[in-house]
């Protein structure tokens, strides 16, 4: 059973991800915190393994609390949760040991299925067979229904790229215009991306047809 501590100001919210967790088979929840202050005393004294961290506290920044935890060399898995869609704060969070990170509001289904992805890297650490080619895919994500593309192309980057596929994936149908707005990116970058994960098979367009002009491009995950 993995243990997890919820952290998040606003008590009807942080109920809500308790009862997410609570629901996940394997997982429960050992504490509830509200600010960043209870956040860090919590986390050394229960331990726990799993921390679903807001960056929106009262005291401090959840991206705050994540650094002070890895400069004391608590290994505690992080999954970041946040409304902000800003690359910098997505990039500070992955580069400061975020596990993992969601955009709320989001539904039961995405929570679950980081959970499950933070469950299978777990297992994989806890492996006595050894690091081969298999576990380090299984660790970092590269293998199975979560495997993203190999390199892409000069000046996209890893993080802004995973943004953008949550994004899509979150909202079911955008427009390159209507992801931009939601990743607060330029449309001509997101644009990038999309097209470049519509080439590797990871999307699918489809043409709006509305007034004068050309239709409008909607992207979607492809319906496996």
Not at 7 to 36: L, N, Q, S
Not at 39 to 53: F, H, I, K, N
Not at 142 to 157: D, Q, T, V
């Amino acid at each position: 059973m993995y243990e997890v501590v919820v952290v998040d100001d606003d008590f009807m919210v942080a109920e809500i991800h308790r009862r997410f967790v609570d629901k996940t088979p394997g997982f429960t929840t050992v504490a509830v915190a509200r600010t960043a202050a209870d956040a860090l005393d919590t986390v050394r004294s229960r331990r726990p393994d799993l921390v679903l961290l807001d960056v929106y506290l009262p005291d401090m920044s959840g991206l705050d609390v994540l650094q002070a935890l890895r400069a004391e060399g608590n290994p505690v898995g992080v999954i970041m949760i946040t409304a902000a869609r800003e690359i910098d704060t997505v990039s500070r969070a992955l580069h400061g040991g975020a596990s993992d990170y969601l955009v709320k509001p989001f539904e039961y289904a995405h929570l679950q299925e980081k959970l499950e992805n933070f469950r299978r890297r777990a297992r994989a650490l806890e492996s006595q067979s050894g690091a081969d080619q298999s576990l380090i895919d299984s660790l970092f994500g590269s293998a199975g229904k979560n495997a993203e593309p190999g390199r892409l192309p000069k000046g996209l980057s890893v993080e802004t790229g995973r943004l953008v596929l949550d994004i899509v994936q979150e909202r079911g149908e955008l427009s390159s215009t209507e992801c931009a707005e939601h990743a607060g990116l330029s449309r001509v970058s997101v644009r990038r991306y999309l097209e470049h994960y519509l080439s590797e098979g990871l999307l699918e367009v489809r043409l709006e047809y509305g007034g004068a002009g050309r239709p409008v491009r909607r992207y979607r995950p492809v319906r496996r």
